[in-house]
T-cell receptor, first 110, second 111 residues
Framework: RKEVEQDPGPFNVPEGATVAFNCTYS??????FFWYRQDCRKEPKLLMS???SGNEDGRFTAQLNRASQYISLLIRDSKLSDSATYLC???????????FGTGTRLQVFP | EAGVTQFPSHSVIEKGQTVTLRCDPI?????LYWYRRVMGKEIKFLLH????????ESGMPNNRFLAERTGGTYSTLKVQPAELEDSGVYFC?????????FGPGTRLTVL
């Protein structure tokens, strides 16, 4: 079983739509949680950290459910520039190494 | 401020040859990481330096891979001898705090 599981997509949505991605992780000792964004043939870039209380950054909202070992990302009012692969990432206690999911591809069309 | 840089951007070699990848972290970042993405799979951790010391090398696949960070600045990752399954994109990342900043990667193709 993979340590971080994501639906690979692709999710094809029109501009202005709301889209949600989900992610599950297998290790209950996971400590930190992130969403990274990766454009085609580019490097991953941190989109946002995910906190138990939930957090929002503009059109992006991230949620964490430790009991269910589940992380989500909600994008409101999708823009063409949101088209990318969204990577769910966790770390374990007392280590810096990032554990990546395979990513969910989003394509926003006009 | 310059980001993480990697060289070369692409490398095509034959099985059995040696390749050395280089990573220059963001200035002042003590932490340096190597990751790899093979086709169709997720990005996987290889190892972590703190300055010149190897903090965690649990992700290194086998002894054909050798990473160094002499002087605690840039790092090299040598693959010798390369095998077909080593093909993929090798990312380097550096950090000062929690956020890891990734370089553009080196795309390695082993024929």
């Amino acid at each position: 079983r993979k340590e971080v599981e994501q639906d690979p997509g692709p999710f094809n949505v029109p501009e202005g739509a709301t889209v949600a991605f989900n992610c599950t992780y297998s290790n209950s000792a996971s400590q930190s949680f992130f969403w990274y964004r990766q454009d085609c043939r580019k490097e991953p870039k941190l989109l946002m950290s995910v906190y138990s209380s939930g957090n929002e950054d503009g059109r992006f909202t991230a949620q964490l459910n430790r009991a269910s070992q589940y992380i989500s990302l909600l994008i409101r009012d999708s823009k063409l520039s949101d088209s990318a692969t969204y990577l769910c990432v966790v770390t374990f206690y007392n280590t810096d190494k990032l554990i990546f999911g395979t990513g969910t591809r989003l394509q926003v069309f006009p | 401020e310059a980001g993480v840089t990697q060289f070369p951007s692409h490398s095509v070699i034959e099985k059995g040859q040696t390749v050395t990848l280089r990573c220059d972290p963001i200035s002042g970042h003590d932490n340096l990481y190597w990751y790899r993405r093979v086709m169709g799979k997720e990005i996987k951790f290889l190892l972590h330096f703190v300055k010149e010391s190897k903090q965690d090398e649990s992700g290194m696949p086998n002894n054909r891979f050798l990473a160094e960070r002499t002087g605690g600045t840039y790092s090299t990752l040598k693959v010798q001898p390369a095998e077909l399954e080593d093909s993929g994109v090798y990312f380097c990342a550096s950090s000062y705090g929690v956020e890891q900043f990734f370089g553009p990667g080196t795309r390695l193709t082993v024929l």
